[in-house]
């Protein structure tokens, strides 16, 4: 059975940080691409954040967080990372991450990956920063 869970999620105050966990089971780890995407409310878009790739470690950070927002893999543990730094309020938003099967594009393919490719999406987490 495929899943993919994410973890870590929580209230925070600003300045302060959360590791973002996305587990997954039942597919190839390593031929997938890994995206952390947010959604800040319901009514508005669904937001990149940040990509992996579990075949060669290839990442993209979005700019709105880049230097503050770290993505990495554990592929023994089928598990991706994001570790969150200096928190915002702005910040505050449910995170999901989502994995597409990239084998086929044999590496010729761009981060970050975009939200329709997604073959399994998590159910998300909430993290709420505090001013």
């Known amino acids: 059975e495929v899943e993919v869970v994410e973890s870590g999620g929580g209230l925070v105050q600003a300045g302060g940080s959360l590791r973002l966990s996305c587990a997954a089971s039942?597919?190839?780890?390593?031929?997938?691409?890994v995206t952390w995407f947010r959604q800040a409310a319901p009514e508005k878009e669904r937001v990149i954040i940040s990509?992996?790739?579990?075949?060669?470690?290839?990442?993209y950070v979005a700019n709105s967080v880049k230097g503050r927002f770290t993505i990495s893999t554990d592929n023994a543990k089928k598990t991706v990372y994001l570790q969150m730094n200096s928190l915002r309020p702005e910040d505050t938003a449910v995170y999901y991450c989502?994995?597409?099967?990239?084998?086929?594009?044999?590496?010729?393919?761009?981060?970050?990956?975009?939200?329709?490719?997604?073959?399994?999406w998590g159910k998300g987490t909430l993290v709420t920063v505090s001013s």
């Open positions: 989502a994995a597409e099967d990239v084998a086929s594009y044999d590496g010729n393919y761009y981060l970050p990956r975009n939200w329709y490719g997604m073959n399994y």
């Open positions: 039942g597919f190839a780890f390593d031929d997938y691409a």
């Open positions: 990509s992996i790739s579990c075949e060669d470690g290839r990442t």
